[in-house]
T-cell receptor, first 110, second 116 residues
Framework: RKEVEQDPGPFNVPEGATVAFNCTYS??????FFWYRQDCRKEPKLLMS???SGNEDGRFTAQLNRASQYISLLIRDSKLSDSATYLC???????????FGSGTRLQVQP | GAVVSQHPSRVICKSGTSVKIECRSL??????MFWYRQFPKQSLMLMAT?????????EQGVEKDKFLINHASLTLSTLTVTSAHPEDSSFYIC????????????FGPGTRLTVT
């Protein structure tokens, strides 16, 4: 079983739609959680950290459920520029390296 | 924000040759740098953790004699792919963390290696 699992998609949605991505992690020692965005043939870029209380940044909302070892990302009012692969990322206590999910591809269509 | 550069951005080499990739933190000191590899349509996989002034820590399954890592200063780590083969063709990405910071990492733009 992969340490971080994501639905690979692709999710094809029209502009303005709301889309949700889910992620599960298997290691309960996971301490920090992030969503990264990766454009084709580019490096990943941090989108947002994920906190237990949930957090929002503009059109993006992230949620963490430690009991279920589940992380989500909600994108409202999708833009064409949101088309990318979204990576669920965790880090473990005492280990600075990041563990990446395989990513969920989003394609926003006009 | 902190900037990490990688050089070269793209390299094509013949099978059996060696390739060196540089990763630099431009405006901060990085005691630790990480090297990841990403095959097409797959996620980033950690190859090794590069520690300034000491030996790198390799992940299980990564050959340390094939992927040589040197971290001689607080701003530079190098990855050398020795005797490259076509199956080594991949996207290699480094990241760096600032001294004293916990989990935030800054990624380089990546190096696309093609071995013919």
């Amino acid at each position: 079983r992969k340490e971080v699992e994501q639905d690979p998609g692709p999710f094809n949605v029209p502009e303005g739609a709301t889309v949700a991505f889910n992620c599960t992690y298997s290691n309960s020692a996971s301490q920090s959680f992030f969503w990264y965005r990766q454009d084709c043939r580019k490096e990943p870029k941090l989108l947002m950290s994920v906190y237990s209380s949930g957090n929002e940044d503009g059109r993006f909302t992230a949620q963490l459920n430690r009991a279920s070892q589940y992380i989500s990302l909600l994108i409202r009012d999708s833009k064409l520029s949101d088309s990318a692969t979204y990576l669920c990322v965790v880090s473990y206590t005492g280990r600075r390296a990041l563990t990446f999910g395989s990513g969920t591809r989003l394609q926003v269509q006009p | 924000g902190a900037v990490v550069s990688q050089h070269p951005s793209r390299v094509i080499c013949k099978s059996g040759t060696s390739v060196k990739i540089e990763c630099r933190s431009l405006d901060f000191q990085a005691t630790t740098m990480f090297w990841y590899r990403q095959f097409p349509k797959q996620s980033l996989m950690l190859m090794a953790t590069s520690n300034e002034g000491s030996k790198a820590t390799y992940e299980q399954g990564v050959e340390k004699d094939k992927f040589l890592i040197n971290h001689a200063s607080l701003t530079l780590s190098t990855l050398t792919v020795t005797s490259a083969h076509p199956e080594d063709s991949s996207f290699y990405i480094c990241s760096a963390g600032e001294q004293g910071a916990t989990y935030e990492q800054y990624f380089g733009p990546g190096t696309r290696l093609t071995v013919t």
